[in-house]
């Protein structure tokens, strides 16, 4: 079934099983889109915020018109529930100091101190640049990449 049948049967009868059907074929690509705006430093905040996406739609389907695709309702609710969680102070990176960045191992062995040095600074460069973007366009790099 396509999902506005899912969508229809479900409002008739409130079957779970239903629900399900449209949680599985719908929850890597909200828990993707989420992650993709939170940061994959946030990975299980994103699992959490896609479990809360879906229990909001369980309980607001019924305010689903119809207007659009129901993956385009649920992609929306998400997006929207992820910049909330952003927009929270908690969700500011934490400042690590020089000893605790010293004990992080790096991706591979440098065998030249200039190259480490210049690898991190482009890395972070590339995440200030990427923190200055606007929501839209920082999920779209973090899903393509």
Request: glycine share 4%; hydrophobic share 40%.
């Amino acid at each position: 079934m396509d999902d506005r049948a899912l969508v229809e049967a479900f409002r008739l009868d409130k079957d779970e099983s239903t629900f399900r059907t449209l949680v599985e074929r719908h929850q890597q690509p909200t828990f993707r889109l989420i992650l993709s705006i939170v940061g994959p430093a946030h990975a299980g905040a994103a699992e959490e915020l896609t479990q809360e996406v879906f229990l909001t739609v369980f309980r607001t389907l019924h305010r689903f018109r119809g207007e659009a695709k129901f993956s385009t309702w649920l992609y929306r609710v998400a997006y929207n529930q992820a910049l909330d969680y952003r927009a929270r102070a908690h969700v500011a990176r934490p400042h690590h100091g020089d000893e605790v960045l010293a004990m992080t191992p790096t991706d591979r062995p440098q065998d030249n101190p200039f190259e480490a040095a210049q690898t991190g600074w482009t890395r972070e460069a590339v995440a200030r640049g990427l923190d200055q973007l606007p929501d839209l366009y920082r999920s779209v790099l973090h899903q393509h990449y």
